[in-house]
């Protein structure tokens, strides 16, 4: 199937938290298989005009897809990282078109998209441990599976890496704006990128059409000073005028959710009248970590309204995150 322009246009902001974070450039595009020569069973391609096609007709399948964009391209080497060498899997196949721009892969189905993890630091067993795998319809991404990043790591390729899983909004404001339109683990990247800082993060997917739930989650520990500014709403004033280019503008607005945790505090970030919220998010602060659950806006919307759905996840991810730290 072929997605229309508006879809391919949204899904490409939502990539812009991914890219606008340091991320290595694009390469060219990869051309869609010529007719006759069909692409592998359940492969996901992207081709130079932003359409896609695939066996998967979930939401998620378009944004594993429009990821893959902004990704370094198979066999290159990321900010101090060896990429993967395309000659040693059979199954990935990446090309290019002499049209510079966007770059994707044609990956098998269940294929982890090749993007190596950054981390430099010492990892913690437990913290894997601490992601969900399944919520309801929504189970952990096979392209994206969950993951732990040790700090310190290259910014641009641990951006990359977990901005995959975890995805935010193609708004931007003030720099204190970042940790709300990109995420927690951005922040915590950014400004405490150091040995004993832990980020988890993951993706969950629903697989069934009819309800193409996708949201992520990341759990983060360290020091004390770092969880305290990660929870921090004060600033949130001066995020009330973000702005995205074709996106348009929104802001951040706060919403009352179920007390969880040392603190919690929801928010949406608001857009258009194509796309009125583009994430709905939950912060939850321990004395231990801080969790965040981020519903992206997606197409088709899942069958239940996000801010809805929005606690009863954070819930279920505190839950899970105290039996595997607590």
Known sequence: MKITRCAALFLTLCLAVVTACGSTPRAGTPPTP???????????????????????????????????????????????????????????????????????????????????????????????????????????SDVTPGAVVGLPAPTGAASLFIGLRVMGSPLRGPSLCEKWTSGTWLTALRNFDQRGVWIAATQLKARQRADPLVFGESVITGPAEMLDHLADTSGVESCRKLKGGRAGTGAVELFAVPPLGTRSFAFRITGNRKAPVWNWVEVVRTPRYVLEVRIPNQFPAPRTDPAVLLPRIAEAAYARAEAALG
């Open 34 to 140: 010529a007719p006759g020569s069909p692409a592998p069973a359940g492969a996901v391609i992207v081709d130079k005009d932003q359409a896609l096609t695939s066996r998967e007709y979930s939401a998620q399948a378009l944004f594993d897809a429009i990821a893959a964009q902004g990704s370094p391209k198979p066999g290159s080497p990321g900010p101090d990282q060896e990429g993967p060498d395309p000659a040693s899997s059979e199954s990935s196949q990446s090309s290019q078109s002499e049209e510079p721009g966007l770059m994707g892969w044609v990956l098998k189905e269940g294929e982890p998209i090749p993007v190596p993890n950054p981390g430099t630091g010492g990892a913690n067993p437990r913290l894997l441990s601490a992601l969900l795998t399944d919520f309801g319809p929504a189970h952990e």
